[in-house]
């Protein structure tokens, strides 16, 4: 079982940054998958961001070259860098994490940080 707890989320200008972090409450050393999804209001959740234990990683095309997911295993921490915001990337972003072997869903859920980003 792992808790996971998101901050960093907060208000910014289109073309700023914002750095959020999600703090597991165990070793994220072995944990096979994490990620970062997003949902904004009146939108399905997508997924933004995932990396593996190897440190593969996987983008969504509206973010790549601008996101960039990073994992400290020593530090029990999960980083999402977000650089060029735009307003489109409003929303509640979540930490997720799937300790479960194999591909398949995350079975673990921060419960969010909003990122609003102002024209």
């Known amino acids: 079982q792992v808790q996971l707890v998101e901050s960093g989320g907060g208000l910014v200008q289109a073309g700023g940054s914002l750095r959020l972090s999600c703090a597991a409450s165990?070793?994220?050393?072995?944990?096979?998958?994490m990620g970062w999804y997003r949902q904004a209001p009146g939108t399905q959740r997508e997924l933004v961001a995932a990396?593996?234990?190897?440190?593969?990683?996987n983008y969504a095309y509206s973010v790549k070259g601008r996101f960039t997911i990073s994992r400290d295993n020593a530090g029990n921490t999960l980083f999402l860098q977000m650089n060029s915001l735009r307003h489109e990337d409003t929303a509640n972003y979540y930490c997720?994490?799937?300790?479960?072997?194999?591909?398949?869903?995350?079975?673990?859920w921060g419960k969010g940080t909003l990122v609003t980003v102002s024209l």
């Open positions: 997720a994490a799937r300790t479960i072997p194999g591909i398949g869903a995350m079975n673990y």
């Open positions: 990396i593996t234990s190897g440190g593969s990683t």
């Open positions: 165990r070793s994220i050393y072995s944990i096979n998958t």
